[in-house]
């Protein structure tokens, strides 16, 4: 293997691990403010991309079509949140987790029914034909993936940082009692934070889509990987996960070109059971103190 | 009694009895292959219950167990040529060995990072199978054939009856190892793993223990199914499998061997009963009137949150609709069963046999097991004749800090045999952070601790609680899911010594023991004024209550030091007179207490000698009297006083949090 080739490879690889990111960055939103991810995130991209392609077939324009996309994945993010979530956050207990798969369940199923099993194109105005860049070549689909990932990270965190809304989000993900007690409703902020991940989800999918194609299957190892990505990383750091999904894109777009492509999700699903045995709480996690 | 063995018992012989006579009665090889398939799933989700059910975690791992023991099974008859048995037992020990080399790591982890961490094996085990051609034939699938057992070639009706067996035998297995201190080991660490550690059980060991015999429970069904089907594909072993057998133990109720049962039988049969078209709309149709009803009724009497009752309503009326509209339900396959199991998840958390047993119970009168006479103090807690006065624990310079705080700041201290040894000092001087690194939560930074003389561990709850430290926790850590008996019962120190090898256990062997222990857990409640209150699950005793049963599973560890940290913390005044003369009864029986206090008529009532903490160091120590007095003392308390009466009496200050 040549030095070019492996740039290469490690190029494109970390560019669609950007993609593992932004999903595991919505695990993230939603665990800071209620500890609970949505185990049926896969299907939210899934289900949202879909949704935007069926959009673009009839005859909408790309820029009205994604806005749309992104509102109907906050939409699924609240369905989600107000079905699975919320009951099982008053009663303290860990149904969440089971409530979330079943819903994933049923979206997928729903997905397979209505728009068919079969993988389709997903049209883009942006090219895809490749620019010679420092001896790789990079696709502007594959720009338009890194472009809209750090923008939108860029955007919630702004958010999370500058505005009332944001420090009240923040306020309830650093102690959800001491917050309530302070006039912020949790549960508003959890359906906030709910949102917002549908949307992430929902983007996700619209950016990956041109390069993945769309079908009801499309999102199930990605979302593997993003679960791998948010552990290895730690459900606090968002600057984490841009770095180990970049990381794992490249790790696993080379062992795919060096082991077999059967192999592709091998270097993820190992790391992060190396990462739990290692670091529980992630590389970029923070260690917890417990208290009796 | 008799009334209660013959309903439960007989329920269990009567359906083996039927499920075995069926295959006589029916010569259709269709039903006799969905038997089959009912006996290994019955196996597979028996073990999945141990982790999702007593353990607490969701395990997304079952399914992939299952292929391994598959794979294992056939490849030990293909290219090894070995026979049956053989290649069920090298099943066992792979389930066993993968099973507890995935738990090593996992187990570590809570909640959500465990399902990731066992989903991410399922999903490896699958790429492995599939890439691994020159082994496993990849995509294209493994056959086998069934190899005779000693010299003769089972018939399919013979091998039914073999599995069948197998499940009785993990059944009554399984029933003996739920029912001893194994069992309620998984339940006591599910609810609280710091004071299962504290009581000496050992968290890590048997969080281990159970998560590789549910593996193992997995490959034996993948065993046997790889010699039921005889032809193994990688495909079959996926996500969407785990996702069903996990959510078939949920289905049928949790921590329940007709729980898992009854969810074993929804899996094999689930497919059929989707493609006949009158059975699936009368099974929605009773699922809709039912919800219906229940939810009604529900909201009627506000016993359920509005949520709870309209949802499932919501969902089988959609099952209902659906089923109407749908031309194919085959092709709805997983949104049939999302609506039913959301359903059940929601409006049936106990799961459809936690709901029946209960229901059951009720309509047949069955009475409790009754429970032994208490065995005499004496023998539970033997009075200690040691010498008094000879220095039991010393601390020497200890520090502890997090980051930049040093909360416990070069503390020394001696606490003499037979004495109530008073920890005192205003919020946040240190006092809970020494109970921690004493009783071995946190590791100190600097110091020496020593018991006896010898060094005490440092940074082990559980190797602590084996040297005889026991303690309470001032934010109470009781096992809120089991009963006051059982939480003493998980305690008591020595009581099992058959219980801690697990195949004596699985044979059934250990049932004396539990008697013994029973009648001691009841002496031990009777000694806190508890007795009456045996059955009632922790979580709904009154707040005093938990305070004493605190008390009474702390003293079942039979230690040389107590540890309790402010045991009257929020106890009304009745109570708390209640919990002093509950102390002064573990006094008596020659147990030497550390008792950290905010009530200064606590302390004064029941201490020998006292030392107060500032800032994380001694201030002063002497009779609770001398120290009252001490200007260091009152200084800390009440900030610098100026010339005036010396005696004011140092303050009750609130609970810290």
């Known amino acids: 293997m040549t030095l070019s080739i492996l740039a290469q490879l490690a190029v494109s690889g970390a560019l669609i691990g950007l993609v593992y990111a932004l999903i595991a960055y919505g695990f993230q939103l939603t665990f800071a403010t209620s500890k609970s991810i949505n185990f049926g995130q896969g299907e939210l991209v899934m289900v949202s991309a879909s949704f935007t392609l069926t959009l673009i077939t009839l005859g909408l324009p790309y820029w009205v079509v994604v806005p749309a996309g992104l509102l109907f994945g906050a939409a699924l993010g609240l369905f989600v949140e107000r079905a699975a979530v919320r009951l099982a956050l008053e009663q303290k207990s860990e149904g969440w987790i089971l409530l979330t798969i079943i819903l994933g369940l049923f979206l997928f199923s729903v997905a397979e029914n209505v728009w068919g099993r079969d993988d389709r194109p997903f049209p883009t105005p942006i090219s895809s034909e490749p620019i010679h860049f420092l001896g790789v070549d990079v696709t502007p689909v594959e720009l338009s993936v890194a472009v809209g990932v750090f923008a ?109 492509s059967g192999w592709r999700e091998a270097p993820g699903l190992l790391l992060l059971i190396l990462a739990l045995a290692v670091r529980p709480t992630g590389v970029f996690g923070k260690a917890i103190i417990r208290k009796v | 009694m008799w009334k209660r063995l013959l309903l439960i018992r007989g329920a269990e012989l009567l359906m083996f009895a039927l499920l075995i006579g069926v295959p006589l009665a029916v010569q259709n090889p269709y039903v006799l292959g969905l038997l089959t398939l009912l006996a290994i799933y019955g196996i597979l989700l028996i073990g999945l219950d141990v982790t999702v059910g007593y353990l607490g975690q969701v395990n997304l791992a079952q399914a992939a167990f299952l292929g391994l023991g598959a794979y294992t099974a056939g490849l030990c008859v293909t290219r090894l040529g070995w026979g049956m048995p053989l290649a069920t037992l090298a099943a066992i020990g792979v389930g066993v060995l993968l099973g507890a080399l995935l738990a090593l790591p996992a187990l570590r982890l809570e909640g959500p990072q465990f399902a990731l961490a066992t989903l991410s094996f399922t999903a490896l085990t699958v790429t492995a199978l599939n890439e691994l051609e020159w082994l496993t034939g990849g995509a294209q699938g493994l056959s086998l054939s069934r190899p005779p057992l000693f010299g003769h070639l089972l018939s399919a009706r013979e091998f039914y009856w073999l599995c069948m067996a197998l499940l009785a035998l993990v059944w009554i297995g399984m029933r003996n190892l739920l029912a001893s201190q194994w069992g309620r080991a998984f339940e006591a660490l599910r609810d609280s793993p710091i004071a299962t550690d504290a009581m000496g059980v ?60 009854v969810g074993a039988s929804l899996v094999a049969l689930l497919p059929n009963l989707l493609s006949n078209r009158t059975l699936f709309e009368a099974i929605s149709g009773v699922g809709f009137l039912l919800s219906l009803f229940a939810g009604v009724r529900g909201l009627l009497r506000r016993a359920m949150r509005p949520f709870q009752a309209l949802a499932p309503i919501v ?96 503390l020394s201290m001696t606490v003499r045999a037979g004495e109530v040894h008073g920890l005192i000092g205003p919020n946040g001087s240190g006092k809970s952070t020494v109970v921690n690194v004493v ?179 001694s201030i002063a120590e002497g009779t609770p009297a001398e120290v009252k007095r001490n200007p260091k003392v009152i200084e800390a308390y009440l900030g610098e006083v100026e010339a005036g009466p010396a005696a004011s009496p140092v303050p009750t200050a609130p609970a810290t949090a």
């Open chain 1, 152 to 260: 939108v990270m860029g955007l919630i965190e702004v958010f999370k940082r500058q505005t009332l809304l944001g420090k009240a989000f923040e306020a309830i993900s650093a102690d959800r009692d001491a917050g309530e007690l302070m006039g912020i409703s949790a549960t508003h902020t959890v359906m906030l934070s709910y949102a917002l991940s549908g949307m992430v989800a929902a983007l996700a999918g619209i950016l990956v889509s041109p390069i993945t194609t769309v079908g009801p299957t499309m999102a199930s190892a990605m979302i593997l990987k993003a679960f791998s990505v948010a552990v290895v990383a730690g459900l606090e750091s968002g600057f984490g996960v841009v770095v180990i999904g970049m990381f794992l894109g490249a790790l696993e777009s080379i062992a795919s070109y060096s082991l077999g």
């Open chain 2, 315 to 410: 969902a089988t009326f959609a099952l209902v609709v659906g089923g109407l509209l749908v031309q194919n339900t085959e092709d709805w396959r997983k949104a049939i069963f999302a609506l039913m199991l959301f359903s059940v998840v929601v409006g049936l958390p106990e799961g459809l046999m936690g709901f029946a047993s209960k229901f059951l119970s009720r309509l047949f009168r069955i009475p409790d097991a009754p429970l032994p006479a208490a065995s005499p103090l004496e023998q539970v807690l033997p009075a200690k004749k040691e010498r008094s006065g000879a220095p039991l624990l010393e601390l020497r310079d200890l520090k502890r800090s997090f980051g930049g705080v040093r909360a416990v700041d070069g």
């Open chain 2, 202 to 261: 050992g968290t890590y060991r048997h969080k281990v223990a159970g998560f590789a015999l549910g593996s193992a429970l997995g490959a034996l069904a993948g065993a046997l199914y790889a010699l039921n089907f005889q032809y193994l594909q990688p495909q079959t072993f996926v996500y969407e499998l785990t996702v069903i057998l996990l959510l078939g133990v949920v289905l049928g109720g949790r921590k329940s061997l007709w729980g898992a049962f």
């Open chain 2, 439 to 617: 009783s071995g939560l946190y590791t100190p930074t600097a110091g020496e601790m020593l018991l006896r003389g010898r060094p005490l561990p440092r940074g082990s709850l559980f190797d602590t609680a084996r040297v005889g430290v026991a303690r309470t926790f001032q934010n109470l850590q009781l096992f809120t899911g089991l009963t006051a008996l059982e939480n003493v019962m998980v305690a008591l120190r020595g009581a099992f010594p058959k219980s801690r090898s697990m195949p004596l256990v699985l044979l059934g062997l250990g049932r004396r023991e539990e008697k013994r222990a029973q009648a001691d857990a009841l002496a031990l409640l009777e000694f806190v004024g508890l007795a009456d209150q045996a059955r009632t699950p922790a979580r709904d005793l009154t707040y005093g209550a938990q305070r004493f049963l605190e008390i009474a599973r702390a003293v079942a560890r039979k230690p040389d030091l107590l540890i309790l940290d402010e045991p009257a913390a929020g106890l009304s005044h009745p109570d708390m007179l209640r919990q002093i003369e509950v102390i002064k009864r573990v006094h008596q029986r020659g147990v030497t207490i550390v008792l950290i206090e905010h009530h200064m008529d606590v302390v004064s009532g029941l201490c020998d000698v006292v030392t107060v903490l500032d800032g994380g160091k």
